[in-house]
């Protein structure tokens, strides 16, 4: 039998969804989530400071709810265009010491938010990384149940001439290739629940520097080709995964390792 009074069963139950930001899901000043339903995701705010809840691309709010809407200004707007337009929740708490949550309907799924807002410290920026990874195929193998591929590629133009190498954790992408101006790096299904890990170019001398790019359902879009690059995630010891043009020897990374 229960032990817990009612009560006591929901904030357990509560205090078990609750997703808090992590060090390793930042790029730049964006907390990235990865998607689960029923998760109720954590949102650290502040006075004068806004903070943007950046949707998937294509979806489309249907309500916007919050518990105290007194003291906490909640709107939202669009950036981009077309099949690229994009929802962002803004929001800003009149003061700190505050403590509310939002639900989030859209076109596809519900998003569960605690809000919380704290005298200076906030978050710029949260989005949320979606299962449904694309698939591209190389050459025949047996069909999964369900299985699609990106759109608008000519695949007898697509590069896969990419090594992977290094660290072999759960997120470890299953493919990599370009299309001549972008790179699109592919990862397995069973990652939808890990952290994901940020991108840096290496150069020949082993230098890491972050790349722009965008968090895609299942992938990362790189903006540019790529030569050499890791994935790394955690500090000490640093998981990390090379990604490297077949064409191109490896540099001396000066990254941490946990292969």
Known sequence: ME??????????????????????????????????????????????????????PGEIVQAISAGDTARWIIGDTKS???????T??????????????LVVLTSVRTYHLQLESTPSTYMAAVSWRYPTPPIVKMEATPKPAVETKPQGFDIAKLNFQ?????????????QVFDDGSKTYIVFPSTST???????????????????????????YVVDRLIEVAELRLGKAPQTVVRLRRADIPAPASKGRRND
Do not use: C
């Open 3 to 56: 032990k817990l009074p009612p009560t006591g069963r929901v904030d357990a139950a509560n205090r078990a969804a609750v997703r808090e930001p992590a060090t390793e899901s930042y790029l730049n000043a964006i907390q990235t989530y990865p998607y689960m339903e029923g998760a109720l995701y954590r949102v650290y705010s502040a006075p004068d400071r806004v903070t943007d809840l950046m949707l998937e």
């Open 80 to 86: 981009g265009e077309g099949a690229a337009t994009r």
């Open 88 to 101: 962002h929740i803004l929001i800003k708490p009149h003061t700190s010491g505050l403590k509310t949550n």
């Open 162 to 174: 990419y090594v992977i190498e290094g660290a072999a954790p759960s997120w470890r992408p299953r």
């Open 193 to 219: 629940t890990s952290a994901a890990p940020p991108l840096f170019l290496i150069s020949p001398t082993g230098e890491a520097q972050l790349v722009n790019y965008r968090v895609e359902p299942g992938y």
